[in-house]
């Protein structure tokens, strides 16, 4: 964390045009994307920023796992490229793409962890929590995370549709409409077997 620091190209710079040419974009041109939670996880070698931006375009609200890092991602296109104030030029990815986001959440999952507290100006306290729904030894051979690209409310309380393949889920809990609001909470990822 870098307080103060700032980015160029800004998010919302580079973030619409990219959401609008993904495929579980539900809009129709490039749209405009209000914050509604960030939420942070650490890399336990300390080399990647992992962040979490939950958007949206006032009809959806759209999950976008971020990483950052300072040289380009063997095999992996960047979302963007930018100068970071403190940490110099900063490659990012989708979170999907990048292992190192990948193997984060499969260890929030298996310790049940909680995100790093994550809370910017204007935007209320973020989360998101892994559930394990079996053995933790399940986690590990290769497993296949299944993103909520648009979270999906109605599986936020953990209960699960039954399915003998699901090792575990990620929860999340935001406030969308400000600090002083409500929380809303949404399953985020689903962990099966690759």
Do not use: K, N
Request: charged fraction near 20%.
């Amino acid at each position: 964390m870098h307080p103060g620091a700032s980015l160029v190209p800004h998010f919302r710079d580079f973030l619409p045009a990219w959401v609008a040419r993904q495929p579980w974009y539900q809009g129709t041109g490039v749209p405009a994307l209000r914050p509604v939670g960030f939420i942070r996880f650490t890399d336990p070698a300390g080399e990647v920023g992992l962040e979490t931006h939950l958007v949206t375009d006032g009809a959806t609200t759209y999950q976008l796992p971020l990483t950052y890092r300072g040289a380009p991602l063997a095999g992996a296109g960047p979302v963007a490229t930018a100068r970071h104030s403190v940490l110099g030029s900063r490659w990012i990815y989708d979170g999907v793409t990048d292992p190192v986001w990948r193997s984060v959440l499969v260890r929030l999952v298996r310790s049940g962890g909680v995100s790093d507290p994550a809370e910017r100006s204007g935007v209320g306290r973020a989360e998101a929590r892994g559930l394990l729904l079996g053995p933790a030894e399940r986690l590990d051979g290769p497993v296949a995370i299944d993103l909520d690209r648009v979270p999906a409310a109605d599986a936020a309380t953990g209960r699960q549709p039954a399915d003998p393949d699901l090792l575990g889920v990620v929860l999340g809990r935001w406030h969308p409409d400000g600090p002083d609001r409500p929380a809303v909470a949404a399953r985020l990822a689903r962990l099966r077997p690759a």
